[in-house]
């Protein structure tokens, strides 16, 4: 999380990936392991799990390299959201990001892996269409637990409102939260990316530009509401 913090991609990587083999090594990727573990260090070594996944899925779709975190060989739990009021929020959020790292997982093996680009052009449509509605899914529930106090997500760790009251560095998650969709839109415009062919590679479909510029609306909305002289502010947006 350093090297990510000083914007040093590269060395974050190599981090990640030497812990995703320590992981393996230890079986955290394995619920069958870790559930022989008392409950207080499953639910550790799952945290542990998780946020490294959530790192190393970002990272591989944005450098391009496969994840050193493949998804058919891992069965572990997500953690439980804490008990703990100050906790909890902050749980709940990164869960929500740990089902969007594995669209993202997604969106890079089935469309940018060398394999997926071998597909058939009917084939990469379908797959397109399906992952456009998986990640507006996701968003749709996203947005339904930051506003509705009876949700009804698709997904399982999403369950209530999420109140940031009382929560540990509440403006930092508030933060995060109101970052989330030039992330959300960002992540899209890469996956409308795949609509094009290498050979018209200059062409950019008019639902690639269209999330691109929702992409910028949002973050230069969200960075008018920064003060520069917050530099700690503008340095956990610039992180995440």
């Known amino acids: 999380m350093?090297?990510?913090?000083?914007?040093?991609?590269?060395?974050?990587?190599t981090f990640v990936s030497t812990g995703a083999r320590l992981?393996?090594?230890?079986g955290y990727h394995r619920e069958a392991v870790i559930s022989?573990?008392?409950?207080?260090?499953?639910?550790?070594?799952?945290?542990?799990?998780?946020?490294?996944?959530?790192?190393?899925?970002?990272?591989?779709?944005?450098?391009?390299?496969?994840?050193?975190?493949?998804?058919?060989?891992?069965d572990v739990h997500m953690y439980s959201p804490s008990e703990n009021p100050k906790v909890a929020p902050w749980n709940r959020v990164m869960i929500s990001f740990a089902e969007f790292s594995k669209l993202q997982g997604r969106l890079y093996d089935e469309l940018y892996s060398v394999r997926a680009r071998r597909e058939q052009a009917d084939v990469r449509?379908?797959?397109?269409?399906?992952l456009v509605s998986c990640f507006y899914g996701w968003h749709a529930d996203f947005k339904q637990v930051m506003s509705n106090p009876s949700p009804k997500p698709r997904y399982r760790l999403t369950l209530?409102?999420?109140?940031?009251?009382?929560?540990?560095?509440?403006?930092?998650?508030?933060?995060?939260?109101?970052?989330?969709?030039?992330?959300?839109?960002?992540?899209?415009?890469?996956?409308?990316?795949?609509?094009?062919?290498?050979?018209?590679?200059?062409?950019?479909?008019?639902q690639r530009y269209e999330v691109a510029r929702l992409s910028l609306e949002?973050?230069?909305r969200n960075w008018t509401r920064l003060s520069p002289n917050d530099i700690s502010k503008c340095g956990i947006y610039s992180d995440w």
């Open 2 to 13: 350093k090297a990510q913090e000083d914007s040093r991609p590269a060395l974050c990587w």
């Open 36 to 74: 022989r573990d008392p409950p207080k260090l499953a639910e550790a070594k799952r945290h542990v799990f998780w946020m490294l996944y959530m790192i190393d899925k970002t990272l591989s779709l944005n450098l391009g390299h496969t994840s050193n975190f493949p998804s058919h060989d891992i």
């Open 125 to 130: 449509a379908r797959t397109i269409e399906e």
């Open 23 to 26: 992981c393996q090594i230890l």
């Open 218 to 220: 949002c973050h230069v």
């Open 160 to 206: 209530a409102k999420l109140d940031t009251e009382g929560a540990q560095c509440r403006s930092d998650l508030d933060l995060i939260i109101g970052s989330s969709d030039f992330n959300f839109y960002s992540v899209l415009t890469i996956l409308f990316g795949a609509q094009t062919s290498p050979a018209a590679a200059i062409r950019i479909s008019s």
